[in-house]
Structures are given as structure tokens and as C-alpha cells.
């Protein structure tokens, strides 16, 4: 069965520092990962995903097969980064159902 | 359309009673998905409808809920004997894309507070 883990259910930086927010997986094919992003108020929407290998809003995320990982990267926060973060999966298993974690929220102080 | 459209965008109801939350996917979207949001509990899979194949339910918690797609576009989720356990967000998500590009497009939500 897939799982997507998010250990951190919170996560507070100082703007312009560096963030990681976690994203581990378990999962027995080859999945297709996600983050998706809530802003305060807005509508839960995909910031990247792993197949497009692209960089949105200055985050980026590898994946890691040998760590089972996903973690979701920005050199330099800012505060209009404020939001809960969500990774999710995807395999073909027929069904091609997203999986989403337990989500971080992350805050950045000015 | 504008996007996914949710509706009621807040529902109260007494324990007991059942409930119609419906969902208007993005005109052309073969995909359609409903997830529940718990305080903590991030976004809990309930079901998803591809074109004409049969629904993947596996998501739903009990037989107290169940939803239909008519057509092709709209969607209803509904439960029948709502319990507290049932309050949460439910959103309702549409994609013209197929595995592995898949990319959800939310709505904002029915807010449904069971007393």
C-alpha cells in the first residue's frame, strides 16, 4: 500500500533562510510525486511535480529512491511562503489515485 | 467555467440527518475526485470517477457514504446518517490529465459541521 509521510506538522524559518519540508514515501512500483501548496484563503493547487522536473517559486524537489524521499527545497524563504504544503503520490495501479500526506505548515517570519 | 465549483460552501446539520454536498468539475475534465480534510489528518482519499470506467470507492470510510457522477460532469457525495466524526472539509478536485501527469484542480471546499 502507498504512504506519503510529512513529519513536520509545523515548520517556522526566518525569511531568507533555507527551507526543507520532508516528504517520505512507501510505495512498491515506481510513483510519480507531488507537492501541492494552500495559501491562506486560496484553493488547495499543485506547486511542482517530479516528472516536470521544474522550479516554481524558487522551490524544488528531488526525488530520492534510495531514501524514499521527496523533500521539497527553497534556498531562500519569503514570507509570501506562508502556507501548508502538501506531498502526494501517484501510481499506476490501476486506479491512478493521489495520495496526499498530513500536510506542514510552513511559516516564515518576517 | 471558473474552476471546480463546490457547493454548499457551508452546510450545519444535526447527527442523523443525511447530507448532498455536489461538485462541478472544469467543463472537459474526465477525472474527478473527492477527499475529506480533517483538523490534522491532511487529505484523506474518498473516491475518484475516470470517464466511463468504474468508480475506484476504495477511499470511502463506510457505507454511510457513497457518490455518483452523472454524465460525465457533476458529482454528488453524499452521507446518509451523519455522525460528528463525519465534520470536516470535503473537496472535490477535477484533472484532464492521466497518470503520471496528473494535476488536481481543487475547489474550495464544502465545510460540513455535523452537531
Known amino acids: 500500500a502507498q504512504r506519503v509521510t510529512q513529519p513536520e506538522k509545523l515548520l517556522s524559518v526566518f525569511k531568507g533562510a533555507p527551507v526543507e519540508l520532508k516528504c517520505n514515501y512507501s510505495?512498491?512500483?515506481?510513483?510519480?510525486l507531488f507537492w501541492y501548496v494552500q495559501y491562506s484563503r486560496q484553493r488547495l493547487q499543485l506547486l511542482l511535480r517530479?516528472?516536470s522536473r521544474e522550479s516554481i517559486k524558487g522551490f524544488t524537489a528531488d526525488l530520492n529512491k534510495g531514501e524514499t524521499s521527496f523533500h521539497l527545497k527553497k534556498p531562500f524563504a519569503q514570507e509570501e511562503d506562508s502556507a501548508m504544503y502538501y506531498c502526494?503520490?501517484?501510481?499506476?495501479?490501476?486506479?491512478?489515485?493521489?495520495?496526499f500526506g498530513t500536510g506542514t505548515r510552513l511559516t516564515v517570519i518576517p | 467555467g471558473a474552476g471546480v465549483s463546490q457547493s454548499p460552501s457551508n452546510k450545519v446539520t444535526e447527527k442523523g440527518k443525511d447530507v448532498e454536498l455536489r461538485c462541478d468539475p472544469i467543463?472537459?475534465?474526465?477525472?474527478l475526485y473527492w477527499y475529506r480534510q480533517s483538523l490534522g489528518q491532511g487529505l484523506e482519499f474518498l473516491i475518484y470517477?475516470?470517464?466511463?470506467?468504474?468508480?475506484?470507492k476504495s477511499g470511502l470510510p463506510s457505507d454511510r457514504f457513497s457518490a455518483e457522477r452523472t454524465g460525465g460532469s457533476v458529482s454528488t457525495l453524499t452521507i446518509q446518517r451523519t455522525q460528528q466524526e463525519d465534520s470536516a472539509v470535503y473537496l472535490c478536485?477535477?484533472?484532464?490529465?492521466?497518470?503520471?501527469?496528473?494535476?488536481?484542480?481543487f475547489g474550495s471546499g464544502t465545510q460540513l459541521s455535523v452537531l
Open positions: 470517477f475516470q470517464g466511463n470506467s468504474a468508480p475506484d
Open positions: 502526494a503520490l501517484s501510481g499506476l495501479t490501476g486506479a491512478n489515485n493521489l495520495f
Open positions: 467543463s472537459g475534465h474526465t477525472a
Open positions: 478536485a477535477s484533472s484532464d490529465q492521466g497518470w503520471p501527469n496528473e494535476k488536481l484542480f
Open positions: 517530479h516528472i
Open positions: 510505495y512498491s512500483g515506481s510513483p510519480e
